[in-house]
């Protein structure tokens, strides 16, 4: 069983721990930010400094706060993070079925907020948003933009497993845990949700990452543990990685992105995803995400 928050932990207000938990990050990030001026004048390849300084921002910025608060609140951390809950062969088969059931009407809400346009008075803030975009693409690209064998390990490892793991931890693990103290959990899950969304900087991804988030945070309630977010999370972006590696290779030309995507048309194929998505948790959440073989 998880062990509940006891001792030291009820003794702190959610306030203290919340500052603890950010205040952390911050100093991480700082470090972080020393590393990565570190790495840029070590003549690295560009594409290794970049997944040099995610490991590095990974295990301080989003892990170690994650496990420093969950120790300060337990001697026994991995209970608090619930790293110690195995999931259900059942749980990864349900995330299997919700992400292929579910691309027409994300890749659908993705359209729509890479189109989204702000009012004319708001030009020079639409202006901001779209270079902060362009920057984050920027090194999305370049962490991408390797065809090889060694590449697409890497990318899976370092971008898919232990971002996914990483952002878990901090978001679902940490803050939701800590926010479902005083919030209740539903609340607790659209609110590390938002933070989720928000911390990416990348406006015109903001809708579809705060769904993605808190379909993570359910995840984590439903089942409780933090493996199933994480192997969503994982799955989520090696797919990325995964589907761009083969198209820089020629294997595959096909746009995926823009699957079940209409742009001008009623999106039907969006709405029966929906539907279909909804139905499926609905009437079958408690047979995946509650009961089932437990693996490690």
């Known amino acids: 069983m998880t062990e509940n928050l006891s001792g030291r ?3 702190r207000p959610v306030f203290t721990l919340l500052c603890i938990f950010f205040g952390l990050f911050f100093v991480m990030l ?13 003549g690295l390849e560009k594409r290794t400094e970049y997944l040099v300084v995610s490991v590095i921002q990974a295990l301080l910025c989003f892990i170690f706060p994650a496990w420093a608060v969950a120790r300060i609140q337990s001697r026994h951390p991995e209970s608090v993070l619930r790293i110690d809950e195995k999931t259900s062969l059942g749980a990864v088969f349900g995330i299997l079925i919700v992400y292929l059931l579910a691309q027409p009407v994300m890749n659908q809400i993705i359209y729509w907020n890479e189109s989204m346009r702000l009012p004319q008075v708001m030009h020079e803030l639409e202006k901001t948003l779209r270079e902060l975009e362009d920057s984050s693409l920027a090194v999305t690209n370049v962490i991408l933009d390797d065809s090889s064998a060694g590449a697409l390990i890497s990318g899976i490892l370092i971008v898919g497993c232990l971002t996914g793991l990483a952002e878990e931890l901090f978001f679902r693990a940490g803050l939701q845990r800590i926010l479902e103290m005083r919030l209740g959990i539903h609340w607790s899950i659209w609110t ?3 933070v989720f969304s928000l911390m990416h900087f990348q406006f015109y991804g903001f809708v579809p990452r705060l769904i993605m988030g808190a379909f993570f945070g359910y995840l984590f309630y439903w089942t409780g543990s933090i493996w199933a977010p994480v192997i969503a999370h994982a799955f989520n ?3 990325v990685v995964l589907t761009e590696w083969l198209n820089r290779r020629g294997i595959t030309s096909y746009d995926y992105p823009m699957f079940g995507v209409s742009k001008t048309e ?10 279909a998505v909804a139905v499926f948790l609905w009437y079958c959440r408690k047979y995946f995400f509650v009961r089932g073989e437990k693996i490690a």
Do not use: R
């Open 9 to 11: 932990g009820e003794k």
């Open 30 to 42: 700082f470090i972080t930010a020393l590393c990565s001026s570190i790495s840029a004048g070590l």
């Open 192 to 194: 590390a949700a938002l």
């Open 237 to 239: 972006n090696s797919v």
């Open 266 to 275: 009623f999106p039907v194929m969006a709405v029966l995803s929906a539907v």
